[in-house]
Structure formats: C-alpha cells, structure tokens
C-alpha cells in the first residue's frame, strides 16, 4: 500500500499537467513501514532528457543527493519516484522496468492526456537485486485532511 | 570515512544508513565495505567485478567517473562516499 495526502498526490499529478507535453519528474519522501510506504511530502525534480523529454525522464544524481540530504534533515527518507506519460497509459514501460533500481520504492505514474492529468498508479519494485527485480501492482490510499486537520497546521 | 548508503541498499547493512569504513582509497572503502557486508556486492558490482552502469558514487559532490584517479582517488576519515542508484525512465 502507499499512503498519500491527498493535496501530496494532487501535487504530482499537476506537476505532469504544467510540463505537459513533457515527461515531469520528482522524489516521494517519507517512511517505509511494514503497511508499505508513507509519503509526508513530495519534491519537484527536473527531467534533464531534454533531448526527448516528452517519452523519457531523468533525474541527475547530483539533485538526488541533494533531495537525499533534505530528507535526513527533515528525518524521512527517499520511499519513491512519480513521473508522467503524456498521452501514454499510466503503466511502467519496459524502459521503466530497465531503469528501475530502487528496489522497496514506490513508482507512480500519471497518465497525462492532452494537458490533463487522468489516471494515477503506483508499482511497487520488489526482489533483492536487477536479476530477480519486478513491479508489482500497489494499492494507493489517498487521505483527505479534515478541517480540523487543516486548523490545527494553521492552514485553514 | 563515511558511506552514505541508499534506501534499496539498507536491506544489506542491517538497515544502517550510513556506514563508517576505514581505507586510504575509495576503491579501498568500497571493498571494505562489501567486505563487511557481503551481500551488497552482487548489487554494486557485476560478475566480472565492474561496477554496475546505474550506480552512481559520489566523493563529497563529485562524481568519481570524473575524478583524475577515479577509485584510487585518495581518501581522508572526513570524507563522504555517497551510493546514489541513477533514476530514469519513461513511457
């Protein structure tokens, strides 16, 4: 299962519709538990496949390490990635599967058709390296924050 | 010197995220490394023994690919090594 909030998983899905018609990229945050993962919040990365962005991504490691470093600060750590497909389904490609190394992760993908954000799925990567690795379906629990919750952040 | 060890890679270092090796070199404190925690070698080096092509291994913020000596790059115990699987992908 990932759990998300529910404004976490809107915030990824706008980030495939403003890049529109290109791939979006960025990092979930948060904690692995026994239940799966816990997204606590979500970071905008930048694709740097900019020769053909619109069918693949790319995030450089030197941001990664960066967004590695945020995490420890704030006491979370990288529990998965989400990236776009324009006008493509919301299922991992074989390109996905070959550049999948982050065994534990959640992956979510968005289907991204004509600007708008549609349908949003996440895969589990499992196994214990790149011979036995494999996607797995997962169940996405998305929590909507009462307006207490928001009160009591001060947000509302 | 200090390893900083990826999310994926915690399962091998009984969930440590950072790991305190001794050696002169980065090769050095790699091969400790693996030496402390075996099972991580299948998931950093291929069979014939090269570093796998996605694992990225950053000296404090530099890149070792692009370091003059790459892994003989020499090493002090304040130091950071960082394992850094690239992420990539598309539809």
């Not at chain 1, 790319?58 to 750590?77: C, F, H, T, W």
């Not at chain 1, 989400?82 to 993908?109: N, R, V």
């Not at chain 1, 954000?117 to 895969?123: E, L, Q, R, V």
Request: aromatic fraction near 8%; glycine fraction near 8%.
């Amino acid at each position: 299962m990932l759990h998300i909030k529910f404004t976490d998983y809107e915030t990824l899905r706008s980030h495939g519709e403003e890049t529109y018609p290109h791939e979006c990229c960025g990092v979930l945050l948060g904690t692995a538990s026994p239940d799966g993962n816990q997204v606590h919040t979500t970071v905008r990365a930048g694709n740097t496949r900019t020769d053909r962005a619109h069918d693949r991504y790319n995030i450089a490691p030197e941001e990664l390490i960066r967004i590695q470093r945020q995490a420890r600060k704030l006491g979370l750590d990288i529990v998965g990635f989400y990236h776009s497909h324009p006008d493509c389904p919301a299922q991992w490609s074989k390109t996905d599967f070959d550049e999948a190394h982050w065994i534990g992760c959640s992956y979510l993908i968005t289907r991204v058709d004509h600007g708008r954000a549609t349908i949003t799925n996440s895969f589990l990567l499992t196994g214990s390296d790149e011979e036995d690795k494999k996607f797995i379906d997962q169940p996405i629990e998305i929590a909507v924050s009462s307006i207490e919750d928001e009160q009591e952040k001060g947000l509302a | 010197m200090k390893i900083n060890i990826p999310t994926p890679l915690r399962a091998y270092t009984g969930g440590e995220q950072t790991v305190i090796v001794p050696g002169a070199t980065v090769g050095e404190a790699l091969e400790h490394l693996v030496g402390t925690y075996p099972d991580l070698r299948q998931n950093l080096y291929t069979p014939e023994g090269k570093l796998r092509s996605f694992v990225n291994l950053y000296l404090n913020d530099d890149d070792i690919r692009y370091l003059p000596q790459k892994e003989a790059t020499a090493v002090a115990a304040d130091d950071e090594l960082t394992i850094i699987p690239s992420i990539a992908g598309g539809c």
